[in-house]
């Protein structure tokens, strides 16, 4: 698949478990961004990276650990996660951040239990 | 930082009409706004962008304008097609820093 995927598509997890989510893009950019999308927030950004360094964090809680090993991979760690945090969560990659267009993953739907 | 902020946040108009979302933001330094459409179930895509350096752009059906002086600019839709039903997201940008997103306009076609 060309582009930028994320697995798994979906994962219900419950507040105790820990598990990852991926993000890869296969474009040769060098930002990826991590997006929350819920009814209250249409578009929320979590984290951003430029050359694996990470520029953003959104006020974003602990109990989200962002990794970022190189410029196509992206992942998002979660543990002990709330009912709130269910939600779709989108990963973006771009050329730069700045004035660049952004190319979304089809997102990974999480629901907490 | 910059704020983004979008309006309406739900569209209703008859198919054949015309459709217009309009952005406000807040930081004089941003010069690039792009626009994007999430269908349901979708990703968000690029529809379309302009820089600072121009006042309008179009692309067939779409177009945008843009007013740095009051700060703000506007997605225009004309002859809407049902398949122009979708959320439609603004934003804005300064230099290389984030893009910062507005939150959203869903824009539903009658046939």
């Known amino acids: 698949e060309t582009g930028v995927t994320q697995t798994p598509r979906h994962l219900v997890m419950g507040m105790t478990n820990k598990k990852s989510l991926k993000c890869e893009q296969h474009?040769?950019?060098?930002?990826m961004y991590w997006y929350k999308q819920s009814a209250k927030k249409p578009l929320e950004l979590m984290f951003v990276?430029?050359?694996?360094?990470?520029?953003e964090n959104n006020s974003v809680p602990s109990r989200f650990s962002p990794e970022c090993p190189n410029s196509s991979h992206l992942f998002l760690h979660l543990h002990t996660l709330q009912p709130e945090d269910s939600a779709l969560y989108l990963c973006?990659?771009?050329?730069?951040?700045?004035?660049?267009?952004?190319?979304f993953g089809p997102g990974t739907r999480l629901t907490v239990t | 930082g910059e704020n983004v902020e979008q309006h309406p946040s739900t569209l209703s108009v008859q198919e054949g009409d015309s459709a217009v979302i309009k952005c406000t933001y807040s930081?004089?330094?941003?010069?690039?706004f792009p626009w994007y459409k999430q269908e349901l179930g979708k990703r968000p895509q690029l529809i379309i962008d302009?820089?600072?350096?121009?006042g309008e752009k179009k692309d067939q059906r779409i177009a945008v304008t843009l007013n740095k002086t009051a700060k703000h600019f506007s997605l225009h839709i004309t002859e809407t097609q049902p398949e122009d039903s979708a959320v439609y997201f603004c934003?804005?940008?300064?230099?290389?820093?984030?893009?910062?997103f507005g939150t959203g306009t869903k824009l539903q076609v009658i046939p």
């Open positions: 973006a990659s771009s050329q730069g951040t700045g004035p660049y267009e952004q190319y």
């Open positions: 474009l040769g950019h060098n930002a």
């Open positions: 990276y430029n050359f694996k360094e990470q520029t």
């Open positions: 930081d004089s330094a941003s010069n690039y």
């Open positions: 302009i820089r600072s350096n121009v």
């Open positions: 934003a804005g940008s300064g230099g290389y820093q984030k893009v910062t």
